[in-house]
Each structure stands twice: as C-alpha cells, then as structure tokens.
C-alpha cells in the first residue's frame, strides 16, 4: 500500500484534504466492493471511505470491551459478531 499527502508550500505540514492510497485488493475484496457499490449506488472511493470509518468503530467498541450483535429482518434473535 503506498500513501501520500498533500502538503503546504514551504513548511511540509499536512493540509486537509483527501489522502490518495494505492491498495491491491484480494479476490473477495473486490467482490464485496462491487457488491456494496451496486447496493449503494457510492462510489468505490465513497464505499471505501465509510467502511473504513464503520470498521474503525466497530474496533474501537471491542478495544474498549464492548460487544457486537446483529440480528436478522426475519429473526429476534441476536447473532455476536467477532472479527478475526
């Protein structure tokens, strides 16, 4: 993965703005993005983004001791969810 940042004239300090990545994806990483643009209707780079802040929190509620549950729209019950 290679990254760069946009920087200010003169002084090398990091200005906001977007970060350009270059990422190789593995087989079913592609294919869930595709799956979640076509859900969407996002951009590949907007569906990127957003999984990446949704992943960040779910890690940050574990990090901190919490636990994560899903529940089908056809069940009442609730499904742990665990990252590996």
Same mark, same amino acid.
Do not use: W
């Given at each position: 993965?290679?990254?760069?940042? &946009? =920087? %200010?004239? @003169?002084?090398? *300090?990091?200005?906001? $703005?977007?970060?350009?990545?270059?990422?190789?994806?593995?087989?079913?990483? &592609? =294919? %869930?993005? @595709?799956?979640? *643009?076509?859900?969407? $209707?996002d951009s590949k780079t907007?569906?990127?983004?957003?999984?990446?802040?949704?992943? %960040?929190?779910?890690?940050? *509620?574990?990090?901190? $001791?919490?636990?994560?549950?899903?529940?089908?729209?056809?069940?009442?019950?609730?499904?742990?969810?665990?990252?590996?």
């Amino acid at each position: 993965m290679s990254m760069s940042h &946009a =920087t %200010a004239p @003169d002084h090398g *300090v990091p200005r906001p $703005g977007p970060t350009r990545i270059t990422v190789n994806l593995a087989p079913k990483a &592609a =294919t %869930a993005l @595709d799956q979640a *643009v076509k859900l969407t $209707g996002d951009s590949k780079t907007d569906t990127i983004n957003r999984a990446l802040q949704v992943y %960040a929190y779910l890690e940050k *509620v574990i990090q901190d $001791g919490g636990t994560l549950f899903t529940r089908s729209a056809d069940s009442n019950e609730l499904e742990r969810l665990y990252f590996v």
